[in-house]
């Protein structure tokens, strides 16, 4: 079983090797000796184990063939096991599985690093996730970088940065460009134009608030805008 190689305490194991087991059945006997192998490495670097488990389910899910599921995790621990190494070994398990996120999305680990370095102590999840959001959505990794930066020295709080990556998705599935929208919004911030209206354009004068592209109530940067005719 996957959970032998996991030296939890008595509760956490128990519940661990439930976790492990389900997500387990049906993958055959190599399968589970090499994700019991990828585990125990993973552990001994200290990486975060849940999204590993995480991505076998969804390679079950998908009824992904087993060697599939065997190159998805390995390869998502190499990703975790990178940011950890440009974070530092006193990043969090949430901030790893961030940078992992924005490795995935196509930032490289110098992205990584300057945010480090400008932040110092500050938690990372937030300004990684809009990293992550901001490369997805296709503004190039230096210039998405150059804007986070941009925002951890305006000291913007993590619900300003997870709303500001929401809504440049949200602007580039209604048809902007990824890196005008992204200026408009860090620009909008800038000024404090920020507040609680919806729907406005570029262009137009007014708020940017009320919902972010999840439905969440507003934090600063809002609804998708549209581009003038």
Do not use: H, W
């Not at 670097?45 to 488990?53: A, F, H, I, T």
């Not at 899910?61 to 087993?66: E, S």
């Not at 932040?119 to 990794?141: E, I, K, M, N, T």
């Not at 507003?218 to 998708?224: A, D, M, N, R």
């Amino acid at each position: 079983m996957l959970a032998a190689t996991l030296a939890l305490a008595p509760t956490a194991r128990a519940q661990q090797a439930s976790t492990v087991a389900n997500a387990a059945t049906e993958l055959d006997s190599a399968t589970q000796a090499a994700l019991r192998a990828e585990l125990a490495r993973a552990r001994g670097r200290g990486l975060p184990l849940e999204p590993l488990l995480a991505k076998v389910r969804e390679g079950q899910i998908k009824r992904a063939q087993p060697a599939r599921i065997r190159a998805a995790v390995a390869s998502l621990a190499a990703r975790l096991d990178s940011a950890r190494a440009t974070l530092g070994a006193a990043s969090t398990p949430e901030e790893m599985i961030s940078g992992a996120d924005a490795i995935a999305a196509g930032a490289g680990v110098d992205a990584l690093r300057t945010l480090r370095a400008e932040a110092g102590r500050r938690d990372l999840v937030a300004p990684l996730g809009a990293l992550a959001q901001l490369v997805a959505s296709g503004v190039a990794p230096r210039r998405a970088t150059e804007l986070i930066v941009e925002l951890l020295r305006r000291d913007a709080p993590a619900t300003r940065l997870l709303a500001y990556g929401n809504a440049v998705e949200a602007d580039v599935g209604a048809g902007v460009p990824a890196e005008e929208s992204a200026l408009f919004r860090l620009r909008a911030i800038e000024s404090g134009s920020a507040g609680p209206s919806t729907g406005t354009t570029f262009g137009q004068s007014g708020d940017l608030g009320g919902q972010n592209s999840s439905g969440r109530p507003g934090t600063g940067v809002g609804g998708p805008v549209r581009r003038r005719p």
